[in-house]
């Protein structure tokens, strides 16, 4: 048998085998017939030690009896090597060695093939037991798997965390990109069901983001490995039964494996649909806010609190009264002053709230000054830092004008004393102001507005309203007239004057309602009621007097006369009126009446007139006329008013006393006469004989007798005045003699007075010499007889313009102002109940008044109560 295997060139061959290699004995101890030299390298044991020993008997070294287990597995391996005679193997087997050199047992993993060689005979003649020491190789793999097992772990680890993410994401392999995972958020962007569509291809699974330049986009990403961003792209999906735009951020990072090479990719899909339909809604809103801002001449602003940058549109320019954009401290300079402090609080108090408003004055470039309304909003950053205000500038001047005007009108309608309503269409869609819901008996005016509203009018001006007011404010804008109302607690109807117009819109001329102003007219009524009782009554009383009354306008046109006039002329009062009362009067009369009238009217003074009227009986009667004057309420003249008083009477009763007066003196002058002759022979016969005590007394009784010649030359005087029978004989005098002799006279009746002659005047006069001498007489007299207690009478002449004036001063008792003018009236005398203690008639001022105005002169008085009087006359000059 060793032969077989001794022979030389298998030896060699045998010996030289890389392969640690055995040669076994099939017998039943399986005895090692020989070791090649990698055998021995490989095991450290001599050729000697294993040649001839037993495969079957294990080594006794106790370091290896853990190894030793495993020799039978060897055996059973050579042993059905054997019977079987094909090769055996034992892979990756672990069969320790012992290293004599450090006496230590090695882990060692083999690989083990036993080649059974077969005989001539058919038989199995050895087994050739190769190994090869694979520990390295082993502890390699072993190394690699775990690795592998890692890796694995690893990769669920990063499937699980893929499935957990809240984005989508899947994982695509291959050239034809074939899902290898695909996580639920992923799945639920494209309505994917997950389990069906791992390693299906994904443009089959998405098949229309195929045609959207992704298959190109995937194969670029494999292709240069550059990662691919995409933001907001809009995909066409098929989900919820429905074709729907979907807008995906994309990212998409290739895969890369096995050191550097890309297999796949990595795609990242968020879905950004609803920030994206917000955005383009928000981007709407904010291009149709803009436009709606400029539609409505709103100014825009982006104020960045951040960097202080102001940012506006040219309508917020122009409404600053600029034509381009400024900085926001040109428009600051705008500001009213008043109004700054305003702005900064509306700014603090936006920062708080982020709402932003105020209204502010602004002042334009050319001076002129607009009412502003700014109102913004606040924007936050992430921080809650206020980042920006965005807002609006309105000029509402226009409108806060009108609003201005409105709150007049509407203070104007709520004070009003009048009804004022409103009423427009529909229910509740009344309005009356306050004066009008107390004239209607209500507290206040919704009290009012609750009732029906044809509870507030009389039902008996139901049909004027409905047939007539209506349509005719319907058709012709407005209607006016009476309208009864009825108090809501009394039930009173109250006479309305009212007004109703149709109220429209002013641009559209839409009809929106009535506008109603109502005045109570019961006031006016009782007022005109008033009237029209105290013009009867008074038309009773000037009827009822004995006075003819009468009107005439500033033209002198007479408007007026009452009954009794009409009674006394027996014309109507139309053929009265203007001129034609003058008919009535008689004809001699009628020019000096005219001309009074024209003269009162021209000079609006009060007059007096005297007249003669054809009496209704045939006769003619005295009519004794005034006149005053009157004005309106402007104070404008507007006529007169006076009254005619028939005076025929009382001429009667004049002409019999001056009848009486002129017969009683003309038979007393002639006796009186006789008499004074008598007295004066008398006294003279008694001086003769020496009875000078009885020649005294008769010198008083002619003292006494001249008084009396005085009183009846006065009414002789008078009754040739009244019947204008006074003579006169004019002729040039020297004044200051005449004025000088009558004094000398005078001053020996009185001996308390001292008569003080200033006589100044030069010249002559042309007048009646004893007339005027009379009038001398009577001033100086009287002088005399008022001043009992004074003892100066001061006589002066002097030249006036054109004109001789004549005065005397006393300083006696003086006349009362409101008397002094009546002095010179006949009969009149101002000394009262004095009046027995200066004798007299009245009648001396009365007569030299009638000389001096024969003369054109004028005399006049002028005295103070108690302290004394002057009176004057003054004579024209002749030339
Ligand atoms: P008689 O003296 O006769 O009363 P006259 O016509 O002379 O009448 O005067 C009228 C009135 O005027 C007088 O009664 C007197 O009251 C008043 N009177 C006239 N002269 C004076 C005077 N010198 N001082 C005061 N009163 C006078």
Redesign the pocket.
């Known amino acids: 048998m060793v032969s077989k295997y001794a022979d030389k060139g298998y030896k060699a061959i045998f010996n030289h085998s890389q392969s640690a290699m055995v040669i076994i004995e099939p017998d039943e101890r399986l005895t090692v017939l020989d070791v090649n030299e990698a055998y021995i390298k490989e095991t450290w044991v001599t050729r000697e030690q294993v040649q001839g020993t037993s495969l079957r008997v294990k080594s006794n070294n106790p370091a290896l009896q853990d190894a030793e287990q495993d020799r039978d597995a060897i055996c059973t391996k050579v042993d059905l090597a054997i019977q079987t005679q094909k090769p055996t193997y034992l892979n990756e087997f672990r069969y320790d060695l012992y290293h004599p050199a450090t006496n230590s047992v090695k882990e060692v993993y083999w690989n083990f093939i036993f080649t059974p060689i077969v005989g001539n005979e058919g038989k199995v003649i050895y087994v050739i037991f190769a190994f090869e020491n694979i520990t390295e190789i082993y502890q390699l793999r072993i190394k690699e798997r775990n690795f592998i097992t890692q890796l694995e772990k690893e990769r669920l680890r990063l499937k699980h965390i893929l499935m957990q993410a809240p984005v989508g994401i899947a994982i695509l392999n291959g050239p034809d990109n074939r899902f290898d995972l695909a996580n639920p958020p992923f799945c639920n962007i494209f309505a994917l069901n997950m389990e069906k569509i791992l390693n299906k291809e994904m443009f089959e699974i998405i098949p229309l983001a195929k045609n959207l330049g992704y298959e190109e986009m995937l194969s670029r990403v494999k292709s240069t490995g550059i990662p691919y961003h995409g933001k907001a792209e809009a995909i066409p999906i098929f989900r919820n039964d429905k074709l729907e735009n979907v807008y995906l951020d994309i990212v998409c990072e290739p895969l890369v494996v096995d050191g550097g090479l890309v297999d796949g990719v990595i795609l990242v899909a968020f879905e950004v649909t609803k920030e994206v339909l917000a955005k383009q809604k928000l981007e709407e809103a904010e291009e149709r806010a803009r436009l709606a801002a400029m539609a409505v001449g709103l100014g825009t602003f982006d104020y960045n609190l951040i960097t202080q940058e102001f940012q506006t549109s040219t309508l917020f320019a122009q409404i600053f009264g600029y034509s381009e954009k400024q900085e926001l401290k040109t428009y600051l300079k705008g500001y009213h002053p008043q109004d700054r402090a305003q702005r900064l609080k509306a700014y603090e108090e936006a920062l708080k709230t982020g709402n932003l408003f105020f209204e502010i004055r602004i002042q334009w470039p050319d001076r002129t000054w607009r009412w502003v309304r700014i109102e913004g909003k606040v924007y936050f950053d992430q921080n809650a830092r206020p980042a920006r205000i965005l807002g609006t500038a309105l000029d509402f001047t226009e409108e806060r004008k009108s609003k201005i005007e409105q709150q007049k009108l509407m203070s104007l309608v709520t004070y009003s004393v009048d009804l004022m309503a409103i009423i427009g269409l529909g229910p509740g869609n009344f309005y009356i102001n306050q004066a009008g819901a107390s004239l209607l008996g209500g507290k206040d005016a919704k009290n009012i507005l609750r009732k029906p509203l044809s509870q507030l009018y009389a039902p008996q001006d139901e049909a004027l309203i409905t047939n007539t007011i209506v349509p005719t404010v319907m058709d012709k804008g407005s209607w006016s007239g009476i309208i009864h109302v009825v108090h809501q607690e009394t039930g009173e109807l109250i006479p309305m004057m009212s007004n109703c117009a149709r109220v429209e819109d002013p641009s559209t001329h839409e009809y929106l309602g009535i506008g109603v102003v109502m005045r109570d007219l019961r006031p006016e009524n009782q007022a005109k009621q008033a009237i029209a009782d105290s013009e009867a009554l008074l038309r009773n009383i000037t009827t009822a007097a004995p006075t003819g009354l009468w009107m005439c306008n500033a033209q002198g046109e007479l408007i007026y006369f009452n009954q009794t006039w009409i009674d006394w002329t027996g014309v109507g009062l139309s053929q009265q009126i203007g001129h034609g009362w003058l008919s009535s009067l008689f004809d001699q009369d009628v020019e000096t009446v005219v001309q009074k009238i024209k003269t009162a009217c021209d000079t609006v003074r009060p007059f007096e007139v005297e007249f003669r009227i054809v009496h209704v009986d045939g006769t003619l009667h005295w009519i004794q006329g005034s006149g005053n004057p009157q004005y309106n309420s402007k104070g404008e003249f507007s006529g007169f008013i006076g009254a005619f008083v028939d005076t025929t009477d009382q001429k009667i009763l004049q002409q019999q006393k001056d009848d009486f007066i002129g017969v009683a003196s003309h038979e007393l002058k002639t006796p009186v006469t006789s008499i004074k002759a008598y007295t004066q022979i008398l006294e003279k016969l008694l001086v003769r004989k020496g009875d000078l005590k009885e020649a005294a007394m008769i010198a008083k009784m002619d003292a006494q007798i001249n008084r009396l010649t005085v009183l009846i030359g006065d009414l002789l005087d008078v009754t040739k005045i009244n019947s204008g029978k006074m003579q006169f004989n004019n002729q040039h005098f020297d004044f200051n003699e005449l004025a000088r002799e009558i004094v000398e006279d005078l001053q020996r009746t009185t001996e308390r007075h001292t008569i003080e002659l200033q006589l100044n005047f030069e010249g002559d006069v042309y007048a009646d010499r004893d007339r005027i001498g009379q009038v001398i007489t ?1 001033l100086i007299s ?2 005399i ?2 001043s009992p207690d004074a003892d100066t009478i001061i006589v002066k002449s002097v030249n006036g313009d054109d004109e001789l004036v004549f005065s005397v001063q ?1 300083f ?4 009362e102002k409101s008397k002094k003018h009546r ?1 010179f009236e006949q009969f ?4 009262g109940h004095m ?1 027995h203690t ?1 004798p ?7 007569i030299a008044t009638e000389i001096i105005q024969r003369e054109h002169g004028r005399i006049w008085v002028d005295s103070e109560l108690g302290k004394g ?1 002057t ?1 004057s006359f003054a004579l024209p000059l002749k030339k």
């Open positions: 009577n009287n002088a007889k008022y006393d006696g008792l003086g006349i002095v009149y005398r101002a000394s009046q200066y007299g008639l009245g009648l001396g001022l009365y009087s009176f």
